[in-house]
């Protein structure tokens, strides 16, 4: 299951991926799990998200960047792995 929030995008090319596999099996197992994307979020062209991660409200994931783990509201991150770059401050009189 994949949930997106209210106002958020998520650009052209972006794969969001809900399953793996068990690699402490030699029978490699399908694994899922959900990922979760709040409100006002921005996932720039060609984002991966991997299983089960969760995108917090207001974050910003930059073009091209892999996300294998949780990524906290309001900021902004990036690369390979996605590492944090900034926190994200929005002008109120847009």
């Given amino acids: 299951m994949i949930t997106v929030g209210d106002d958020s995008v998520v650009s052209q090319g ?38 089960g991660v969760n995108i917090g409200q207001g974050a910003v994931v930059g073009a091209r960047a892999a996300v294998f783990k949780n990524v906290e509201s309001w900021t902004v991150v990036g690369g390979n792995p996605a590492k944090f770059i900034k926190t994200r401050t929005v002008n109120n009189h847009d």
Avoid: E, K
């Fill in 14 to 51: 972006s794969c969001l991926c809900t399953a793996s596999h068990d690699i402490s099996s030699l029978m490699l197992p399908l694994q899922t799990a959900p990922i979760m994307i709040g409100n006002n979020v921005w996932l720039a062209a060609d984002t991966f998200v991997g299983m």
